[in-house]
């Protein structure tokens, strides 16, 4: 079987939003520190690969930046334009609390040049699964403007300039950030060939995104499915909702290639999220979309680094999934994770349950939990 990739690039750590700390601007009576987007948590990680000996069984590759057009793909020249004056200029903001320096332009083309290599070597057969650790993240930019750090949508621009190539049809993007995933909503919003999945906090990031009721418009209409959690939710109701709907939905849709947007702001650590998940959550998870894949795209699966910002977990959390992709021995002890497993009310919660049935329900209602009739032909393809 063909290696697990792992794609990263020291110039992806050298993007800098300036001394916000959590907020999208300085103010008067807002003390300078870094910025929650730091480069620490994913640096951390990168480390600690090295030091555990885990990447040593990865397919390690440092791919080029992506190029002009292939950004057009997804985003409009007008706003690529900006970023390129703002860049010259000495920094700015992409759109919506996306603040970025001179140089961040050059990482975050690099950013969607991991995610671009990632997918291809995936979607071609040359690796059969991929982690690129991306930065700055992707899923919430939008074709016009940037949003919630993200500056170009690594994803979309991804899987589009796949698809142009013919390397896949159908494709699966899963986000399991805390954060809704509206940039890939709106990039496939009218596409029936790409169905997009958003695990996330309700009433999070962006506030005026994200609902259940948001499913597509269009030839669209039924591809995309947003699952707005309760605040508060841990590892029962992520499990509930995995399960019983993201996988069988994804299931039913039957990709030829599945991408999962992997933040890990989830976790009970992170400053800007408010749900309890531990490492060996995202463990799990990562082992129940790698099983969906075996048996609906021959494995083909690619995880793309969003967000997460605590510098101490997010490592944790990391190594936890990239061992798990690469099917290897090589465990990091978490001596958090039975911890955070013990805290209350970390089973499924009535309340919670009751949210997550009714949308399945009305998933299903629609039909949409079924294997189309034709899915053993697109399976047999090569």
């Given at each position: 079987?063909?290696?697990?990739?792992?794609?990263?690039?020291?110039?992806?750590?050298?993007?800098?939003?300036?001394?916000?700390?959590?907020?999208?601007?300085?103010?008067?009576?807002?003390?300078?520190?870094?910025?929650?987007?730091?480069?620490?948590?994913?640096?951390?990680?990168?480390?600690?690969?090295?030091?555990?000996?885990?990447?040593?069984?990865?397919?390690?590759?440092?791919?080029?930046?992506?190029?002009?057009?292939?950004?057009?793909?997804?985003?409009?020249?007008?706003?690529?334009?900006?970023?390129?004056?703002?860049?010259?200029?000495?920094?700015?903001?992409?759109?919506?609390?996306?603040?970025?320096?001179?140089?961040?332009?050059?990482?975050?083309?690099?950013s969607t040049g991991l995610a671009i290599a990632a997918v291809e070597a995936v979607a071609s057969g040359e690796l059969s699964r991929a982690y690129a650790l991306c930065r700055p993240p992707g899923h919430h930019a939008e074709s016009d403007r940037g949003r919630g750090f993200c500056l170009l949508g690594n994803i979309p621009v991804a899987v589009l300039r796949a698809r142009a190539r013919g390397l896949v049809g159908r494709?699966?993007?899963?986000?399991?950030?805390?954060?809704?995933?509206?940039?890939?909503?709106t990039a496939f919003y009218m596409n029936p060939e790409v169905f997009t999945v958003s695990l996330h906090q309700a009433g999070n990031y962006p506030l005026e995104t994200g609902g259940f009721e948001e499913q597509g418009e269009g030839p669209g209409f039924g591809y995309n499915l947003n699952l707005p959690l309760p605040p508060g939710c841990g590892l029962g109701a992520y499990d509930h909702a995995m399960t019983e709907l993201v996988l069988p939905a994804i299931e039913a849709f039957d990709p030829e290639l599945i991408v999962v947007a992997c933040g890990y702001d989830a976790c009970a650590k992170d400053p800007l999220g408010k749900m309890m998940l531990n490492s060996n959550a995202f463990a799990r998870m990562t082992a129940?979309?790698?099983?969906?894949?075996e048996r609906v795209c021959k494995g083909r699966l690619v995880m793309v680094h969003e967000g997460g910002?605590?510098?101490?977990?997010?490592?944790?959390?990391?190594?936890?999934?990239?061992?798990?992709?690469?099917?290897?021995?090589?465990?990091?002890?978490?001596?958090?994770?039975?911890?955070?497993?013990?805290?209350?009310?970390?089973?499924?919660?009535?309340?919670?349950?009751?949210?997550?049935?009714?949308?399945?329900?009305?998933w299903a209602a629609a039909g949409r939990l079924s294997p189309p009739s034709n899915a053993s032909t697109r399976n047999s393809r090569p």
């Open positions: 079987m063909p290696a697990t990739g792992f794609f990263w690039h020291e110039r992806c750590f050298w993007h800098d939003l300036g001394a916000i700390g959590v907020f999208s601007s300085p103010g008067e009576f807002l003390q300078p520190q870094p910025a929650s987007e730091s480069p620490e948590s994913k640096r951390r990680l990168k480390n600690l690969l090295e030091v555990s000996g885990l990447i040593d069984e990865l397919a390690v590759r440092k791919p080029p930046p992506a190029a002009r057009e292939d950004l057009e793909r997804f985003h409009t020249a007008r706003y690529l334009d900006t970023l390129e004056a703002g860049d010259r200029a000495g920094g700015g903001d992409g759109g919506d609390c996306a603040p970025y320096s001179s140089g961040s332009l050059a990482a975050a083309c690099q494709v699966a993007i899963l986000d399991w950030d805390v954060h809704h995933g509206n940039g890939h909503q129940q979309v790698m099983a969906l894949a910002y605590s510098e101490g977990y997010v490592p944790l959390c990391g190594h936890a999934v990239i061992q798990v992709l690469a099917g290897s021995d090589i465990r990091v002890p978490d001596p958090q994770n039975d911890e955070i497993a013990a805290w209350a009310y970390q089973s499924l919660q009535f309340h919670q349950r009751e949210i997550i049935d009714r949308w399945c329900e009305a």
